[in-house]
């Protein structure tokens, strides 16, 4: 059945307000803080939710973070950190080696291992998990998911983890086929950053699996426009893009980048940037969020103070 997408969004809204507990709250930024992000998001006509914590005091600024938004291939993050908790239990092993048949790829979808190997093959966990993480494959993706059990399982892990406002219900191959379900597979800003923040303190993953995570983030192949793209080298940025589909009007679903960033001095912060259905163009809606992050870093009196 196909709903339309407003229907979903509302009551992904609602589902997702009522599914959120109590939260802590964090340290609030000043006004002029969110003053000064929100004319960012007002530069663009699109719906756009940021959230930003500095993870050695908890100070935080958020905007739009009421909404929950389509993740697109951010819920990869949260896929892979299923994965590797299986890994960590014992349950799989990232040099055990899984057999992909031709049947396998789906042909209209974005899957840079199909490019390479049409004919399918044999593939180590290991390499597939970087494949899914740095390259956003669609077609690994979901062969990761049939292997712990589908979304089911990772919804379960995030209970798990404690974490609230992250919905992942449905697999690439089935947005492909109904692209309003995307607006279901959801996050909060601030959610995405509570899941950044409990993964780098390591209360999720053992140590190498957390590494072997953190060294895929910090090498991600996709957008590199994005929060990354206005940081000077010495900033260490690891991340997971989200991009929509494009409808007929030429209205773009979700452009997102999540992740997080080591500033020069060591301090870290977890940054959560999600534009949904933008009438702006793909790189107007990067320039926005390497905008927000070059501000959080360099502007922001939550980076500032500490140095």
């Given amino acids: 059945m196909i709903f339309p997408g407003s229907f979903l969004r509302g009551f992904l809204a609602c589902s997702c307000v009522l599914s959120l507990g109590i939260l802590p709250v964090p340290a609030a930024a000043p006004a ?14 699109a719906q756009v939710g940021m959230a930003a914590v500095m993870l050695d005091t908890g100070e935080t600024v958020a905007i739009g973070d009421e909404t929950a938004y389509p993740m697109q291939s951010v819920f990869k ?32 979808t974005w899957s840079p291992l199909r490019e390479r190997f049409p004919q399918g093959g044999d593939f180590s966990l290991r390499e597939l998990l970087r ?6 494959d669609n077609n690994t993706c979901d062969l990761l998911f049939s292997l712990i059990g589908g979304t089911g399982a990772v919804q379960k892990d995030l209970k798990e983890w404690g974490i609230s406002g992250i919905n992942v219900r449905f697999t690439e191959n089935e947005m492909l086929r109904n692209h309003d379900l995307q607006y279901v597979n959801s996050s ?32 991600c192949a996709t957008g590199a426009t994005r929060l990354k793209g206005r940081l000077p080298q010495d900033y260490v940025v690891a991340h997971k893009t989200g991009s929509g589909f494009t409808s007929p009007e030429g209205v773009i679903t979700a452009v997102n980048d999540v992740g997080i960033i080591v500033l020069p001095n060591g301090r870290k912060m977890a940054v959560s940037v999600f534009v949904m259905d933008s009438s702006d163009s793909a790189a107007a809606c990067d320039r926005v969020i390497a905008s927000m992050a070059q501000w959080l870093c360099t502007e922001w009196q939550g980076a500032k103070g500490s140095k």
């Fill in 188 to 219: 909060r800003p601030s959610a995405m950053n509570a899941l950044l923040r409990a993964f780098d303190e390591g209360k999720i993953l053992k140590k190498d699996t957390q590494r072997f995570l953190w060294d895929m983030m910090a090498g």
């Fill in 131 to 136: 494949v899914t993480v740095q390259e956003s």
């Fill in 77 to 108: 993050f949260v896929l892979a950190l299923s994965v590797l908790k299986r890994v960590d239990q014992g349950a799989l092993n990232l040099d055990q080696m899984i057999h992909i048949s031709p049947e396998q790829l789906v042909k209209d």
């Fill in 32 to 45: 002029v803080d969110s003053a000064a992000v929100e004319k960012l998001a007002h530069s663009l006509k």
